[in-house]
């Protein structure tokens, strides 16, 4: 009997100490583990309650003739990034650039705070009346956009934390009736296929396949062409039909997510739908009227119609020229279609989209050798250029400097410089030291001496030409005639190719042009706990906020500054490929350092 009772109090102690280490592993998970997120899930994964996966679709593609992803051996694709050495560079100049990343991420840090303690689970945060909005749908665009935001900046708690949340989204549980495709694709899919790739952390791809069925209906029409406006019962119902007037960006911004996606689960259906796209591109990219380039508005329903007159690679059309080069990196130089279709567009782009503007002299110093990208109407016949810049246009120099390092072209990583430092050189030339969302820069003329297609020439300052534009001159700097557009709503592009440029070239002057950009913006843009988008840069003095704060400001903009003063290893260009919500995706490839 007395044993008995001895071994009752044993196995009470037991017990006992079991649940306090059991407590105490809890407690301690993030000390007692590495940085392994198999090791530290804390989370219940809960299933999306409609099954996209298993809809019925209304016009079915035969499995036996779906496109795969490409087979072999990735090619030993050409380095991107410079080959960065710290033999030269003094001890001050690194400490300034760690001091210039952590002021960064400090301000990473109180955007993330007052979003996540006014607004979690929401949207975005409205950063001055402190209540969250519902914009794209309800799902946490903010939270799931910032993933891999937050896992580079090393806040690994607020990542735990976040997909915690992550894996309780209901794909089938909106706040609207519809999304859009394009903007669902690039923040949500690629923002929980970007963090998986990061983390490795299993309930993102789930989610993220979760959300790929979902967006897969979207190409459950007649012609198998995207219908970016989402309406989720019709999608269900297999109702939905592409638009005889939709973006270009809008079809041709979602191959690299859905190729990611097929590569990591190995279902080509992903890859096949976005293929489709592909071969209309190449099809119709001579048939324009601008051969090389589609307009910015295309008819998906009449076979990818291509009838309008516009060409930019601003607003409704840039990544769709983005996507073209980085998917030949992600596909590891497999399919030379991308390569065709980049290198086609970017002469045409080079040839009447590109300009250089007519600059005062800058005596003593040397005038800025700067272009920057327009606007173009064709008929067909009669080709006129609007030099409209578009701080969206802004990414154009990372798109030539990239696509110039995959492809041999270092004349196309000179024009990406070009462009990159265009936009740059527009920061510090209003009040704020912030471009606008759009204005109108006066062109260099051609002389007689010139080819009519060069607009890349240099010119000499005409006074009396910017006067021409009458009173509305006086208080722009010179050699802007308008500002159609003077706002800044936090975006990313011009630090973007910033970004790309420095990891290019290597130039160290760049991260101090990125310090005025980012000491710029902060000071214009901060609120009493985040930052808001801003109604005019021609404001000196205090700014008029809007109170909006998207959530690319976290994925994009906060981040590609976060990296440029970081170690150049961190998400280098030769192992991942960002999508255009700044989403680095690895790359299943080979790199020569020739």
């Known amino acids: 009997m007395a044993m008995l009772t001895v071994q009752r109090k044993f196995q009470r102690l037991t017990l006992v100490a079991a649940v306090f280490l059991a ?18 899930r804390n989370w219940e994964y809960m299933p999306t309650s409609f099954d996209w996966r298993n809809r019925p679709q209304a016009h079915p593609v035969n499995e036996s003739t779906m496109t795969r992803l490409p087979e072999g051996k990735p090619r030993q694709l050409l380095a991107i990034q410079y080959l ?6 003094t001890e001050a100049h690194n400490k300034t650039q760690r001091a210039r990343r952590d002021a960064v991420r400090a301000a990473a840090r109180r955007s993330w705070a007052t979003y996540r303690n006014h607004a979690w689970g929401r949207d975005e945060v409205a950063p001055q009346q402190l209540v969250g909005k519902d914009t794209f749908a309800g799902w946490g665009a903010t939270l799931v956009d910032s993933l891999d935001t937050l896992w580079i900046m090393g806040m690994e708690e607020d990542f735990r934390d976040a997909v915690r949340h992550v894996a309780s989204i209901d794909w089938n549980n909106a706040t609207s009736r519809q999304c859009s495709l394009f903007e669902t694709n690039i923040r949500y899919l690629g923002g929980l296929l970007s963090a998986y790739d990061l983390s490795q952390e299993r309930v993102l791809l789930d989610k993220a396949i979760e959300l790929g069925d979902m967006l897969y209906a979207g190409f459950d029409t007649p012609n198998h062409m995207p219908a970016n406006s989402f309406h989720f019962n019709s999608a269900k119902e297999g109702k939905l039909g592409a638009s005889r007037h939709e973006a270009s960006a ?4 979602l191959s690299l997510e859905f190729t990611r996606l097929s590569q990591l689960t190995g279902d080509p259906k992903y890859y096949h739908a976005i293929d489709g796209v592909k071969k209309a591109l190449e099809r119709t990219q001579n048939k324009t009227s601008l051969p090389g380039m589609w307009p910015v508005f295309v008819d998906l329903q009449n076979d990818f119609f291509t009838p309008g007159t516009s060409f930019s690679l601003g607003a409704a059309a ?7 080069s980085k998917m ?8 030379p279609t991308y390569e065709r279709l980049h290198t086609k567009a970017m002469a045409t782009a080079q040839k009447h989209v590109l300009f250089r503007p007519m600059l005062p002299d800058f005596s003593p110093t040397p005038t800025p050798d700067i272009l920057f990208s327009g606007t173009v109407l ?13 701080h969206l246009g802004c990414f154009a120099g990372g798109m ?4 110039g390092r ?5 004349d196309h990583v000179r024009i990406g410089e070009q462009l990159a430092r265009g936009c740059a050189w527009a920061y510090d030339s209003f009040p704020t030291g912030i471009m606008p969302e759009v204005s109108v820069i006066i062109p260099c003329e051609k002389d007689a001496a010139q080819r009519e297609d060069d607009n890349l020439a240099p010119c000499a300052w005409n006074e009396t030409r910017w006067m021409e534009h009458g009173e509305r001159v006086v208080h722009l700097p010179k050699p802007f005639s308008a500002v159609l557009d003077p706002r800044y709503m936090l975006r990313p592009e011009a630090i973007e190719s910033v970004f790309i440029l420095y990891r290019i070239t290597g130039k160290t002057d760049l991260l101090d042009t990125a310090w005025r950009m980012f000491e710029s913006i902060k000071k214009a843009t901060r609120t009493k706990f985040a930052h808001s988008a801003i109604t005019d840069v021609l404001t000196t003095g205090y700014t008029t906020k809007t109170d909006e704060m998207e959530s690319f400001w976290l994925a994009e903009t906060l981040k590609y500054f976060y990296l440029i003063f970081s170690e150049p290893e961190l998400i280098s260009l030769d192992d991942y490929v960002f999508n255009t919500e700044a989403h680095p995706l690895r790359l299943p490839k080979s790199v020569s350092r020739r």
């Open 250 to 253: 809008a079809a041709g911004s």
């Open 318 to 324: 840039d990544s769709a020229y983005e996507y073209l």
């Open 406 to 410: 995959l492809f041999g072209r270092e």
């Open 400 to 403: 030539f400097a990239l696509g």
């Open 378 to 390: 064709s008929n067909g016949k009669i080709i006129e250029l609007r030099p409209e810049v578009q």
């Open 84 to 89: 960065f050495s710290h033999d030269g560079l």
């Open 328 to 335: 030949h990196a992600l596909l590891g130089g497999l399919d």
């Open 23 to 40: 407590a105490y592993v809890l407690l301690n998970r993030t000390t007692l583990y590495p940085r392994d997120a198999a090791h530290w």
